[in-house]
């Protein structure tokens, strides 16, 4: 929810800032969306669909996540020329990271959980938490802790969330991204000069 | 068929091919971030009420004997 919170505030402050600036608002164009795609669907059926999330064995989450971890880092390695992309790409690269190194899970430690008034009864050490990409581990068993589910919100927001460093910079990527509009302020002033130089 | 060409010809011109990019932009960073973060954006752990199942990271497997 945080990170689509992002980019409505990538587009709104884009699109402001393009208006006070006078040109239009028009982002870079993203290519290789397919893969963007290829890696969502899977992520669907194992997290959303009811059907589907209920038969998909816990044995088979850590190769989904991976397999589509991977696809999402290749999108933005073909994309690395579009802005902010190598922050998106970091973010990414940094919890494909400690994913990889818990065998295929986001840790999340029983201290977080419990900062965020989780129930005890709804997770257990060792067990994949709801139908989340997140595995409860202890701290001192983690991995790279530091790159694991470990951030919270200010107590007096009321939304309960844990996210990661990398889950941040994808956040600020996003935003760099939707905020700036160089190849529309480019195309403008192109204009601009060839209308200059013709009259 | 003439007649059938100009009209679909006029539907088109109307959508403007900017916003249509803008759409398909930001569609694809959705879906990127969804898969990339967790399907509630950062990995929401829930909301206060431990039976309000949202994006289903509050559903309670445990005790559901699920997990």
Redo the contacts between chains.
């Keep these: 929810m945080i990170l689509i919170f992002a980019i409505v505030i990538g587009l709104v402050t884009g699109y402001l800032k393009a208006k006070l600036e006078g040109i239009p608002y028009r982002p870079d164009e993203l290519r290789f969306l397919w893969l963007v795609l290829m890696a969502a669907l899977p992520q669907f059926l194992i997290y959303s669909l009811p059907i589907t999330r209920e038969r998909i064995s816990d044995q088979w989450i850590p190769f989904i996540i991976i397999g589509t971890q991977f696809m999402l880092l290749l999108f933005v390695w073909l994309n690395r020329k579009s802005p902010f992309f190598w922050l998106l790409g970091l973010g990414l690269l940094l919890n494909f990271t400690v994913i990889s190194l818990n065998a295929g899970w986001m840790p999340i430690s029983p201290d977080t959980l419990e900062s965020q008034n989780v129930l005890t009864s709804q997770w257990e050490i060792g067990s994949r938490l709801g139908y989340s990409k997140d595995l409860v581990i202890a701290k001192e068993s983690t991995n790279l802790w530091i790159l694991s589910d470990i951030l919270t919100l200010p107590k007096w927001i009321p939304y309960r969330v844990a996210f990661s460093v990398g889950d941040v910079l994808l956040a600020l990527g996003v935003i760099g991204f939707l905020i700036h509009n160089k190849q529309a302020a480019q195309e403008t002033s192109k204009i601009y000069f060839q209308e200059k130089l013709e009259s | 068929m003439f007649k059938l060409f100009s009209s679909k010809k006029v539907f088109l011109s109307r959508v403007d091919n900017?916003v249509v990019?803008?759409v398909?932009?930001?569609t694809?960073?959705?879906?990127?971030?969804?898969?990339?973060?967790?399907?509630?954006?950062?990995?929401?752990?829930?909301?206060?009420d431990?039976n309000f199942c949202y994006?289903?990271?509050?559903?309670?497997?445990?005790?559901e004997g699920?997990?």
């Design positions: 900017r990019r803008l398909v932009t930001l694809s960073l959705i879906l990127f971030v969804l898969a990339a973060g967790a399907p509630c954006g950062l990995g929401g752990i829930g909301m206060n431990p994006c289903d990271w509050t559903c309670n497997r445990i005790s699920k997990a």
